[in-house]
């Protein structure tokens, strides 16, 4: 599986975008962003600040570390980044974050806030880092075997380890999983869910796209989509990363992580 470089980077303005005080750096806006765009290894790059808002949020995709590392750090950046503080209050914890995604996903802003958040809170590590600590992308599980997956979910037992505020399972939650092939399903309950199930489809390295539902603590039917990356631990259990999202008409995405039951299981993280 190939992995592209995501990255995060929030910043609390001193005024509204429109404000005479912000001129000058929204003036650079569009120049800055046109010279990412063009850098060798840009992917995609999140549009959705507004004049109202007071924090600007910067979210992109790179193919690798170097490339975003070689546009932060080009003279024409740098010169507008040494500025920062005529615009911008000083940051309270860590305003950046680097983590891994699948080739060709697009992280939301749930998302984004979510490893933010991880990283103020734990430090550096396989769910979100800095230039400073890298953490290489996750290991490539196998190839595909008499047309199975690579990965044997069959007889998994996996507990949660780290989730966004807006999702119903939390550190109690344990999932049981079963396989044939590629079809794969699990129930799951505790944490903030009473019971619930979930059915996915198996590609060729072990990658999930499922269905979930589940009855939670305050008696809700809640059904959801999520995409899950599988990696392999040297001790053969599984590291598991989720970005979910819930169906019928709510709104709200989200990251899930969750660990391979056994000894020290969140030692990963």
């Known amino acids: 599986m190939h992995y592209h ?10 005024d509204r975008l429109d404000s005479p005080l912000l001129a000058d750096f929204v003036a650079q806006l569009d120049p800055v962003n046109a010279i990412a765009d063009g850098t060798p290894g840009f992917v995609w790059r999140w549009v959705g600040n507004s004049a109202d808002m007071m924090e600007l949020l910067n979210i992109s995709v790179w193919e690798t570390v170097d490339s975003l590392f070689a546009f932060t750090y080009r003279d024409d950046h740098v010169a507008v980044f040494r500025e920062r503080l005529k615009w911008f209050e000083p940051p309270q914890g860590s305003p950046f974050a680097l983590w891994w995604v699948p080739a060709g996903h697009i992280p939301s802003t749930e998302e984004a806030y979510a490893r933010l958040a991880w990283l103020r809170k734990n430090g550096p590590g ?26 044997s979910w069959d007889g998994r037992t996996m507990l949660s380890a780290a989730n966004t505020p807006n999702g119903d399972v939390n550190g109690g939650t344990v999932f049981h999983y079963r396989q044939e092939g590629r079809r794969v399903w699990a129930t799951y309950d505790g944490g903030g869910v009473r019971f619930g199930t979930l059915v996915a489809c198996a590609d060729e390295s072990g990658r999930l796209n499922m269905r979930y539902q589940h009855a939670n603590d305050a008696g809700e039917l809640r059904s959801g989509e999520c995409v899950s990356v599988p990696e392999v631990l040297p001790d053969g259990r599984l590291r598991v990363e989720e ?27």
């Open 126 to 151: 396989p769910f979100a880092f800095t230039f400073k600590q890298r953490f290489e992308q996750p290991a490539d599980p196998g190839v595909v075997r008499d047309g199975a997956s690579a990965i």
């Open 243 to 269: 970005s979910w999202r819930w169906t019928g008409g709510e709104a709200g995405r989200g990251v899930l992580v969750e660990a391979g039951a056994g000894q020290e299981e969140f030692a990963v993280l």
């Open 5 to 14: 470089l995501a990255q995060v980077n929030v910043a609390r303005l001193r």
